[in-house]
């Protein structure tokens, strides 16, 4: 796993060197007086940034592989990746760097090691006893392509088969070849003149380990003695052969072939196969050879003690079965059960309750690794059932358009979302533990509840539970139910602004305070639901039609009362072909192919009662109609106020303000009725219109032509996403200047929205994709307690400030830098009874900072894809001002929380991650992480609380980083482990007359065999062996530079020390041996000093 250091650099930054980005209308940044407002505690010490989980599915998967000892299950990917399950929650992530696909794996059962086979040829060994695990040592083969890999059990001799043919054998604890190869013509009998082509299978016998059952691909199996070095048997069969599998007592084998057939051979008579079936051939009566059917591309063969043995196979359906979905065949004793299932079959593997090839089997299950899910299948229970899956694999069931991440988030509302979620699963799963259960867990001491909301492209929003590195999900919200379906394509409502996925999500917006949730679709509707935990039946889907309407001719603003006539344009040079119709009335909508469609929403709600199980449910529907034939622009933006009932929603033509709790619109604003200050606006609520009735005037505002192929595309497109077409930077194109302004960012807030108000009030915070930061004052009448009776008055106060690029994100903080929230309600059941809700429902009191003399008491924090601001709100000057980026732009940004107080957190276009402190704008972090490759990353990358980020890495998968300098240095502690210490099972008891008469299975010294000594050295040019960076060579590789010599030179004087020392230990030791000797001597010569030869 990556890791990223940034020490101390960036505090080194004076005041000076900030001073030329700061404004120049207000004090330096750095001035004591601003200084002594707020004191900042962030410093570059509390930030570092790595990757700490990735959940998911994995993306492209393409390999394989299970220990049975240990119970993990390892995937490998197309891209390179390496992801490893245990029980649940215990996952992990690993890449080869060259991002090859890998093609096979294999475990070092019980070991903690597994070995990977890569398409660009070379082999891996991976230490998994290291809760990051790192490879140890490679082999990259330069003359032959590898194409099937054995490692047999408790052996460390690995067999390597090739495309050539030919089989090389690796010693997996040095990584290095055996001088013993089986050259693929002395394996095929000398008459056949052709090639037998790649090697498809390696196995040894179970019941004799000097045996090697090598599978080619023409369809010939040979059996060779390994110690003999020639082949037993060799069996020929005219259909290429896909897999090969054993019967445990190594008689007999089955080979599956091209044409849907399964052929068993007995070891002993290899003229013919024992028996030729078809599983799914139709069997002719006159006895002639089955139709032929697809391959079979994998077999196993699994006995069991006390009943019939299992046979497994994938494919080999007959070829008139076009358009089915694939299969997975069990076939035992007499019953066939063919399992379809919903995406291709990538493997799969039948789980024992023994790792010995040589003993009954016993399979209980079977993993199905499909190309978008995995499956595991129930082998004992009747109708092989499938096992609930703990993993959260369902990321990607449709696809992502939008995330969110909700750290240190309230703790009730966990429990609260569970308890509405856990109704929704699934029945008729297996009654059985999930069988992939090894690992532990980590033992991090992160325990604050965290929350991950995705938005998708089938208009279904999932809530995650994301604490404690684990993911799982938690709720499942369906928004289309609201709406009426489509039963066919002759049906197909041509009101339509999107090609594909009318339900897609586009944005959302959730209190977790208040529990309301707000959903704005592709189809520009906007979804306001509550949260019950009661069952509710809804007879009527409350609805509201909104006209947000863009005129090309300056007009005045429309009378702000209730319902009224639309001021006309006045007469002007054509300036877009749309100006030559007329704008009709606010009529019934009218949808026909002589006249244009107006006052048409683009999907029908539904207009039969809607049940509503417990959780969140539909409060209020509202959408935009097409206006005179022109359809309804997306919804950039959303925000909600729980504690005065609003909602307030806009895009390229303006913004919409709601009541949802009396179901009226309350204001319908134009993006340049927004840049004038004008005269409060006092609206009266209205009350509910009637179901399918357009609301409120229409908004008419000058703004450039209407471009509709950018709205046409949905959020899951590869074109470029439309929350993303903002201006990039200044040097834009006129054309680009002259393009609809839309607005980008909303936050409400109590604040100051002119500069002679001395008390905070209600304002709404508006920005713009042209840079613009303007501000409306919401007035709530007196005797404003009573939301039914009460009176919002608005008034646009013009631009605040402008900034270069598009706003994406806007704060308030107090005048100790602390966060001001948003007032919001606390959360009640909206089907309680009356006294409950009065129980629980205490509206925030709006609590004004007070204005002191000379000392600002707000700031607003505001930043842009180009540059940050700090706006001192009382005297509404800038105050601090920094340029994030001149080359780039920003993606996304977010005011977070961080080591106790907050600040502001960017992700770049070019792939740098930064973060800024507040106010004072201090760069404290700046790292080159990822560079936009994708517009998925774009949408999904969302900042959060305490250090914690995240993004969709690959359609089907979540990565989870922290740019915190704690989370990082407890990371070791938060993972969980793959390798725990388990015994392995004693081998299977032989039984007396087995070992009497040598009928049990036969051991082989393997090391006399292929070691050096026997076999010699293998060719230098076959392989190259590569030092992984987990190994004690890797290490000292991977030092360069001063310090890496600084390190060898210490190494080697170490090692000259050590050498020194053992000298000197060797001289003493010789010392003390000649002085030994010369004493034995002396005393021989005494004992024979005087005596004759003779008497020796």
């Known amino acids: 796993m990556k890791k990223f250091n940034i020490r101390k650099v960036l505090d080194g930054l004076t005041a000076a060197s900030s001073s030329s980005s700061s404004s120049s209308a207000t004090a330096q940044p750095g001035t004591p007086r601003e200084n002594d407002v707020v004191q900042e505690t962030l410093q570059s010490e509390h930030f570092q940034l790595c990757k700490t989980v990735r959940h998911g599915f994995p993306y492209q998967p393409s390999s394989m592989a299970f220990d049975p000892v240990q119970k993990i299950l390892a995937v490998g990917t197309q891209t390179g990746a390496l992801r490893l399950f245990g029980r649940a929650g215990v996952e992990c992530y690993c890449q080869h760097e060259s991002g090859a696909a890998v093609i096979q794996l294999q475990f070092l059962i019980n070991e903690g090691a597994l070995v990977s086979a890569l398409a660009d040829d070379s082999i891996h060994l991976w230490n998994l006893r290291q809760k990051i695990p790192a490879i140890l040592h490679s082999l990259k083969f330069n003359r032959e392509r590898i194409t099937y890999c054995h490692l047999p059990f408790q052996s460390k001799w690995l067999y390597i088969g090739s495309e050539r043919g030919n089989i090389h054998i690796v010693n997996v604890e040095s990584f290095t070849l055996s001088g013993y190869v089986i050259m693929w013509n002395k394996a095929i009998e000398l008459s056949t003149k052709t090639h037998p082509g790649p090697v498809v299978h390696i196995s040894d016998n179970p019941m004799d380990e000097g045996k090697l059952l090598i599978g080619f691909e023409c369809g010939v199996v040979v059996l060779w003695d390994l110690k003999s070095k020639k082949a037993d048997y060799r069996y020929n069969y005219d259909e290429a052969i896909h897999s090969v599998a054993w019967h445990h007592e190594g008689k007999q084998f089955v080979c599956s072939h091209s044409d849907g057939s399964l052929t068993t051979w007995n070891i002993r008579a290899p003229a013919k196969p024992a028996q030729i079936i078809t599983p799914h051939g139709k069997q002719p009566k006159d006895g002639k050879k089955p139709e032929p059917c697809k391959p079979i591309l994998k077999v196993e063969y699994k006995t069991t003690r006390a009943g019939d043995p299992f046979m497994v196979l994938s494919g080999g359906l007959s070829y008139d079965t076009v358009g089915r979905r694939a299969c997975l065949t069990v076939m035992h004793g007499k019953s066939t059960a063919v399992l379809e299932m919903d995406y291709p079959i990538v493997d799969f593997l039948t789980l024992c309750e023994t790792p010995y090839p040589n003993d009954f089997q016993e399979p209980y299950a079977v993993v199905v690794l499909l190309e978008k899910d995995l499956v595991v299948i129930d082998l004992g229970q009747i109708g092989y059932p499938i096992f609930e899956s703990p993993y959260p694999l369902s990321i990607h069931e449709s696809p992502v358009t939008c995330c969110e991440y909700f750290a240190d988030c309230p703790s009730e509302l966990i429990p609260a979302l569970y308890s509405v979620g856990s109704r929704q699963k699934r029945q008729g799963y297996s009654k059985k533990e999930w069988p992939i259960s090894g690992g532990n867990w980590g033992q991090g001491t992160q325990t604050y509840p965290e929350i991950i909301i995705t938005g998708h492209a089938d208009g279904s929003i999932k809530f995650w539970d994301a604490s404690a590195l684990m993911l799982q999900v938690l709720y499942k919200l369906k928004t289309a139910k609201v709406f009426e379906r489509a039963r066919g394509k002759e049906e197909k409502p041509s009101t339509d602004i999107v090609d594909e996925d009318p339900f897609a999500i586009q944005t959302l917006f959730w209190c977790p305070e208040s529990r309301m949730l707000c959903v704005a679709g592709v189809s520009a509707h906007v979804i306001i639901y509550r949260f019950s935990k009661q069952e509710v039946t809804t007879e009527v889907v409350q609805l509201l039609e909104v006209r947000m309407q863009c005129e090309f001719s300056e007009v005045d603003s429309p009378d702000p009362g209730g319902e009224q006539t639309p001021t006309l344009p006045t007469p002007a040079a054509p ?222 106060c013009g631009t605040l400030v402008q900034l270069k690029g598009g706003i994406l994100t806007m704060a308030l903080l107090d005048a100790a830098g602390t966060l001001l929230p948003p007032s919001c309600e606390a959360w009640y059941d909206p089907n309680a009874s009356d006294e409950e809700k009065e129980k629980v429902r205490r509206r925030r009191p709006a609590t004004p900072p007070s204005s002191q003399e000379g000392q600002d008491s707000q700031f607003a924090v505001l930043c842009s894809e180009k540059q940050a601001k700090v706006v001192a709100m009382t005297s509404q000057t800038i105050i601090y001002k920094h340029n994030i980026t001149e080359t780039s732009f920003v993606l996304r940004a977010d005011v977070v929380q961080m080591a106790g107080t907050y600040c502001i957190a960017c992700f770049c276009a070019n792939g740098h991650i930064m973060s800024l402190s507040l106010p004072s704008l201090r760069p404290l972090l700046d790292i080159n992480y990822l560079p936009l490759t994708d517009m998925r990353i774009a949408r999904t990358f969302c900042f959060s609380n305490l250090g914690q980020a995240l993004y969709l890495t690959s359609p089907t998968e979540i990565q989870r980083i922290t740019y915190s300098q704690e989370t990082c240095d407890n990371l070791q502690e938060m993972l969980s482990e793959l390798f725990t210490p388990v015994e392995t099972p004693e081998a299977p008891n032989r039984g007396f007359f087995k070992g009497l008469f040598g009928g049990g299975a036969q051991s082989l010294d393997r090391e006399d065999l292929f070691g050096e000594t026997a076999a010699g050295k293998a060719s230098r040019s076959l392989a190259q062996h590569i030092p992984g960076p987990g190994s004690m060579e890797g290490m000292k590789g991977a030092a360069s530079g001063v310090v890496g010599d600084l390190a060898r030179a210490r190494v080697a004087l170490d090692e000259r020390g050590q050498k020194l020392g053992e000298l000197e230990e060797r001289t003493a030791a010789m010392m003390a041996s000649a002085e030994s000797f010369s004493k034995h001597a002396h005393n021989m010569m005494v004992k024979y000093k005087d005596k004759k030869w003779y008497q020796l």
């Not at 009709?584 to 029908?604: H, W």
């Not at 994709?769 to 501000?775: E, F, I, P």
């Open 575 to 796: 300036s877009s072909p749309q100006e030559a119709e007329p704008l009709n009335q606010l009529t019934a909508g009218v949808n026909s192919s002589e006249g244009a469609r107006d006052n048409i929403p683009c999907l029908q709600v539904r207009s039969s009662p809607l049940k509503q199980s417990p959780g969140y449910q539909v409060e209020l529907v509202v959408q935009l109609v097409w206006v005179s034939g022109e359809p309804p622009q997306q919804i950039t933006s959303l925000a909600v106020n729980s504690s005065l009932g609003l909602v307030v929603f806009g895009n390229s033509n303006g913004l919409a303000v709601v009541d949802y709790v009396q179901k009226t619109l309350l204001l319908n604003l134009g993006t340049s009725e927004l840049y004038s200050p004008s005269d409060p606006c006092q609206r009266q609520p209205r009350s509910p219109r009637k179901p399918r009735q357009p609301s409120g005037g229409f908004c008419d505002s000058n703004d450039g032509s209407n471009n509709s192929e950018d709205r046409c595309k949905s959020p899951t497109s590869d074109g470029k996403d439309n929350a993303f077409t903002r201006s990039r930077s200044s040097s834009v194109t006129s054309i680009d200047r002259e393009s609809r302004e839309a607005i980008s960012s909303f936050y409400f807030c109590e604040s100051f929205p002119r500069k002679s108000d001395s008390l905070a009030s209600p304002c709404l915070l508006v920005g713009t994709t042209q840079g613009s930061v303007m501000m409306v004052a919401l007035g709530l009448q007196p005797g404003g307690d009573q939301k039914p009776q009460q009176t919002l008055s608005f008034a646009s």
